[in-house]
């Protein structure tokens, strides 16, 4: 079911991404005050860099390969590397399948005792993380003049387009 739930994640970042490539280029690596995160590509970027955090790193004790969204120069190349995510959640999801609930030990920048954590959790916080900053993401073109698509989960008549 995880599998089939990051699949609607995936149709939904599809069409963001086909609105990021009606950007001007500069735009989408225009920096905006008043964000954490100061582009979208950089907020693109963050939230890769996420999934690489918790579900590598933390999950599976992989080595963490932290995305420079100064070397990605546009909507395509954010693209090729949400297509590594893409590996990657399916890689987690495959050794976990047989207990989300399993319980993963490690550790978290901001403290120093070890967290423990399940793989529903690491999965449900990339995921939910993902949809927050795409709020952001959107909110940010709206202050450059644009009128984004509507960002929700997208209904299977949508996707239909992405097919």
Same mark, same amino acid.
């Given at each position: ?51 690489? $955090?918790? !579900?590598?790193? &933390? ?5 963490? /390969? ?5 070397? @990605?120069?546009?909507? =395509? ?40 954590? $399940?793989? !529903?959790?690491? &999965? ?5 993380? /993902? ?5 952001? @993401?959107?909110?940010? =073109? ?22």
């Amino acid at each position: 079911m995880l599998k089939q739930q990051y699949e609607l994640v995936r149709y939904t970042r599809e069409n963001l991404f086909s609105f990021c490539e009606q950007l001007a280029a500069e735009d989408y690596t225009r920096e905006v005050d008043g964000f954490g995160w100061a582009s979208i590509r950089t907020l693109h970027a963050h939230v890769a860099d996420c999934y690489q $955090s918790w !579900l590598a790193h &933390f999950g599976l004790k992989k080595k963490r /390969e932290k995305l420079n969204p100064e070397k @990605i120069s546009d909507v =395509a190349d954010m693209r090729k590397q949400f297509l590594k995510m893409d590996q990657l959640v399916l890689e987690f999801l495959n050794y976990y399948q047989a207990d989300y609930l399993q319980k993963i030990s490690g550790t978290v920048p901001w403290q120093e005792e070890q967290e423990q954590l $399940s793989a !529903l959790w690491l &999965f449900t916080h990339t995921v939910t993380h /993902e949809f927050h900053h795409k709020g952001q @993401i959107v909110s940010m =073109a709206r202050q450059f003049g644009y009128i984004p698509v509507d960002t929700d989960l997208l209904t299977p008549s949508d996707m239909e387009k992405y097919v």
